[in-house]
């Protein structure tokens, strides 16, 4: 079956630090990769997404996260995070129609 | 700010009350959804309607009741839930395409069984 991994759960950071959350999905075909951002008591948002093209995509925000098909990857980047973006992300892809399979998310903490 | 708008933002219900929430959309999007997501957990798919139609339902309890009056509305039925089901409700649509569907979420009805 279809799977999305995230591997960091929690991750504390200080203002300034680079930022990188990993993503992994098993599917061998081709897929549609998202990642969405849910701020504290608010709905979730579209950062980014990757349907076809240019391996690395910017989002909103200063995001960025890069498609590696060898790997099987989707990791989101910030090269200067801010406590604004204490949040919790979400890696998902998109394999069968209408149906998108979830990471489990990671919790962002921004330390001021 | 989302496109897809919620009401109410807010609701708490006993086990016996029937309510309802409701969900726009004037992106027009032709596949709505309903997700149902506890904290700290991604969201899960309950029912997805294309082109007005039911399409997916996840094998979600009867009590559930979804409801697609047009392409721009959507509604949940809520009757004789359980404290379990206390969780955010999410509403979402996308456009029907082969491939490659955004789905964009609206702000959510949190919902509270008592």
């Known amino acids: 079956a279809q799977s999305v991994s995230q591997h960091n759960h929690h991750v504390i950071l200080s203002e300034a630090a680079s930022l990188e959350l990993g993503c992994n999905y098993s599917y061998g075909g081709t897929v549609n990769l998202f990642w969405y951002v849910q701020y504290p008591g608010q709905h979730l948002q579209l950062l980014l997404k990757?349907?076809?093209?240019d391996p690395l995509v910017k989002g909103i925000k200063g995001f960025e996260a890069e498609f590696i098909k060898s790997k099987f990857s989707f990791n989101l980047r910030k090269p200067s995070v801010q406590w604004s973006d204490t949040a919790e992300y979400f890696c998902a892809v998109d394999v069968v129609d209408y149906q998108l399979i979830w990471g489990a998310g990671t919790k962002l903490i921004i330390k001021p | 700010d989302t496109e897809v708008t919620q009401t109410p933002k807010h609701l708490v219900m006993g086990m016996t009350n029937k309510k309802s929430l409701k969900c726009e959309q004037h992106m027009g999007h032709r596949a709505m959804y309903w997700y149902k997501q506890k904290a700290k957990k991604p969201p899960e798919l309950m029912f997805v309607?294309?082109?007005?139609?039911?399409?997916i339902n996840e094998s979600v309890p009867s009590r559930f009741s979804p409801e697609c009056p047009n392409s721009s509305l959507l509604n949940l039925h809520l009757h004789a839930l359980q404290p379990e089901d206390s969780a955010l409700y999410l509403c979402a649509s996308s456009q029907v395409r082969l491939s490659g569907n955004t789905i964009y979420f609206g702000e959510g009805s949190w919902l509270t069984v008592v």
């Open positions: 990757y349907f076809s093209g």
């Open positions: 309607y294309s082109y007005e139609k039911l399409s």
